[in-house]
């Protein structure tokens, strides 16, 4: 007999792992401000898809927070840790409320209501360390990682779903 809490919290330790190797794995972008773009949030978001929005939120928290520590960006631990949190809280409540009827359509609303809060979140963050200006001139590089994030996210889990054990076991719009 296996135990569903063992299960979630296993699963939810692999996406943690998972979401930090995809955040800390940077991919060159010549036309950005910053120049880099990371697939953590496609993971953030898949994390919220598939454990659902508590478990997907502790997930995309703990290895969104990890890569922040790893790289040293130690200022932004605790704020990474909330909006990475309440992005995957909000994409996995509105898939699970929505998505019945209309996954793809729940799906999109799901990851645009997420990239959202990360774009609030970061920008209202960024303005308390650095001013106004100064997060004003991130905001650019965070809205390409955000529609990186929104696409990939989206796509990997329409993709994983159509797998019979995904989703008969990880899709979080089935779950109570």
């Known amino acids: 007999m296996r135990n569903k809490k063992t299960d979630k919290t296993v699963m939810s330790g692999l996406f943690a792992a998972l979401t930090a190797v995809a955040t800390l794995i940077m991919i060159p972008v010549p036309s950005m401000t910053n120049g880099y773009v990371n697939a953590g949030d496609a993971l953030v978001i898949l994390s919220a898809f598939l454990l659902g929005p508590g478990w997907g939120a502790l997930a995309a928290a703990l290895g969104s927070a990890l890569t922040d520590l790893i790289y040293g960006y130690y200022i932004y631990i605790p704020a990474t840790f909330i909006i990475k949190g309440l992005m995957a809280l909000a994409a996995g409540a509105v898939l699970h409320n929505l998505g019945k009827k209309h996954l793809l359509l729940s799906a999109i609303l799901a990851s645009i209501v997420a990239e959202l809060i990360m774009l609030a979140g970061y920008f209202g963050y960024e303005t308390v360390l650095y001013s106004f ?43 109570s």
């Open 133 to 175: 200006a100064g997060a004003l001139g991130s905001l650019f590089g965070n809205a390409v990682q955000a529609v990186f994030g929104a696409v990939v996210g989206t796509a990997l889990y329409l993709a994983l779903i159509r797998i019979p054990y995904i989703r008969d076991n990880f899709q979080s719009h089935n779950r």
